[in-house]
């Protein structure tokens, strides 16, 4: 039995699944929190696609079932653990925020009280987030940054993020939280907006539908590739002092510019093919994120690797892919 064991909670997810290769790569053993659900057939797909589903253990469990978290940690017993699973979706978090606080605030401190209680000397990575910044109080955002949560997802991020460092500082525990802007990836969730467009790009590329109805196409969001911002995960649980690291590209965008890099990838013009729709607009709106990763370039040797042309060609890529093979994720 190999001596580096990981867990992972929010395998099956996008960043579950490309932190897993990362790991396998790296000759861990890789174990991850599954929830149960009735749809066996939809389970691991994102694990399946990315071709590592037989090289990584699921236990069976949930973030607001403390026990499960405790016995499956006795019995992996981990050196490290990323707590990835969360309400991951800032839409939905209106419709759902107690769920919400449940999963993405309280779920981590029974993940942190999981830790402290099986093995408190497990290096810990919390996954926060640059929704946390909100309302922007600077207009480029670092670890010193004030936050301002715009949403109950943000709010719960916060109450985690806050959490993570407090365990850190009460029990001496080696917690990092990544403050990570948003990345994206072929194994994105299909209702962001990111691949939402490049999934729609495709489906227009190939006829089967004439138009794609948005939001706030002004919005900006700092965007980068899911597989580069894995490492810095794994670059903060290497590090002798855990700390806080702001992972970012340094870039900012607005939707409508990703719009036309999707389109133009496949020789269309966006705006023949976007429509308005209110239904897509959000109480409370983030107008801009955009991050300084400094410190982790200095302390972690981190630096994203995949411009954002390359990141919108690969989604559009996979999604045209998988529309003609019929192997939709
Ligand atoms: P996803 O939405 O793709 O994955 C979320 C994961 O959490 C899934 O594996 C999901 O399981 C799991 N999960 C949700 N609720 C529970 C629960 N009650 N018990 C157990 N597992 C649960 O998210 P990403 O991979 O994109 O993001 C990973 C983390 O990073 C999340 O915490 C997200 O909020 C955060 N983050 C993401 C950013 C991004 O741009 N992607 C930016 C900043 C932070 P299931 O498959 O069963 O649904
Ligand atoms: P978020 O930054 O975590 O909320 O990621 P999303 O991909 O869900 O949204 C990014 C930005 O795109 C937000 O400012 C949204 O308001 C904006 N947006 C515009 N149209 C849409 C849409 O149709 N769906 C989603 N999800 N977001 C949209």
Redesign the pocket.
């Known amino acids: 039995m190999t001596s580096k064991r990981a867990f992972i909670?929010?395998?099956?997810?996008?960043?579950?699944?490309y932190l897993s290769q990362l790991l396998v790569e790296k000759g861990y053993e890789v174990h991850g929190?599954?929830?149960r659900?009735a749809s066996a057939d939809v389970?691991g797909t994102?694990l399946k696609w990315i071709g590592i589903a037989d090289r990584v253990t699921l236990h069976d469990?949930?973030?607001?079932d403390l026990g499960s978290l405790i016995r499956i940690i006795e019995t992996v017993e981990p050196v490290e653990i990323y707590?990835?699973?969360?309400?991951?979706?800032v839409k939905s978090s209106w419709q759902q925020p107690y769920l919400t606080g449940?999963?993405?605030g309280m779920?981590v401190t029974n993940m942190l009280e999981a830790t402290r209680i099986v093995c408190p000397n497990a290096r810990f990575y919390q996954?926060?987030?640059?929704?946390m910044f909100g309302l922007i109080q600077e207009p480029i955002q670092s670890e010193t940054t004030p936050f301002y949560p715009r949403s109950p997802?943000a709010a719960a991020?916060l109450y985690g993020h806050w959490m993570t460092v407090n365990y850190r500082e009460s029990f001496g525990m080696h917690a990092s939280s990544?403050?990570?802007?948003?990345?994206?990836s072929p194994?994105?969730?299909i209702e962001?907006v990111t691949r939402k467009i490049t999934d729609g790009v495709a489906r227009i590329k190939l006829g089967l539908i004439k138009k794609i109805a948005l939001g706030n196409l002004d919005a900006k969001r700092d965007w980068g590739h899911?597989r580069d911002?894995v490492k810095a995960m794994w670059l903060m649980t290497q590090q002798e002092q855990a700390g806080d690291y702001v992972v970012a590209t340094g870039r900012t965008v607005t939707v409508r510019d990703f719009c036309n890099l999707a389109f133009a990838h496949v020789g269309l013009k966006a705006e023949d093919h976007i429509e308005i729709d209110p239904r897509f607009m959000r109480p409370a709106e983030v107008e801009v994120l955009h991050g300084n990763p400094a410190k982790a370039q200095k302390h972690l040797g981190w630096a994203a690797e995949t411009s954002l042309e390359k990141l919108v060609s690969e989604m559009v890529e996979a999604d045209l892919d998988r529309l003609v093979k019929h192997t939709h994720l």
């Open positions: 909670t929010g395998i099956t997810g996008q960043d579950g699944a929190l599954l929830r659900s389970v994102r469990g949930n973030m607001m707590n990835l699973a969360a309400q991951s979706f449940m999963t993405t779920g996954a926060s987030s640059s929704e997802y991020k990544g403050i990570l802007f948003n990345h994206e194994l994105r969730g962001f899911a911002y």
